[in-house]
């Protein structure tokens, strides 16, 4: 996939897969923890709901499960943050009555590879519209503080 254009050669390169692999997809959420890049849902034809692991290492994808009670629905335009061993998956979900009272967040522990209940997974009809999210962004924010007395 080398190719030179006018302002140079290209540098992305296809890495060759010997393995099963995500297919192409758009309006998924990505990020990284610990040497591994999550991929979950988004859209190719239809919606997916789907769950992925690459391992940067070892340049493999493994996919993980998304079938249990805890993990989402198909999602798209949501959002994926990584933060302490955790994924943060927020916002995505798609309009149906299932999903009306839903508080579109979910936790996946990284270290057990499981989908864990978030403790509060209804929104009241108060907060309803302010529950779904798309097309959004998630930004895990730290500080340092430093002590100056000397």
Not at 18 to 40: E, M, W
């Amino acid at each position: 996939m080398q190719d030179m254009s006018e302002s140079g050669p290209c540098l992305w390169t296809r890495l060759p897969h010997s393995s099963r692999t995500p297919c192409d997809r758009y309006k998924h959420a990505c990020c990284s923890s610990g040497g591994h890049v999550y991929i979950l849902g988004g859209r190719d034809n239809s919606s997916l709901r789907d769950f992925w692991r690459y391992s940067v290492v070892c340049d493999e994808w493994t996919e993980l499960n998304c079938t249990s009670d805890a993990a989402p629905e198909e999602l798209e335009e949501h959002s994926m943050v990584a933060h302490e061993g955790f994924l943060y998956v927020f916002g995505g979900l798609l309009d149906s009555a299932y999903t009306k009272w839903r508080c579109p967040l979910w936790v996946f522990d990284i270290a057990q590879q499981k989908w864990v209940h978030w403790q509060s997974k209804k929104c009241s009809p108060q907060v309803h519209s302010a529950c779904h999210g798309e097309t959004h962004s998630n930004v895990y924010f730290f500080s340092i503080v430093t002590d100056n007395r000397m």
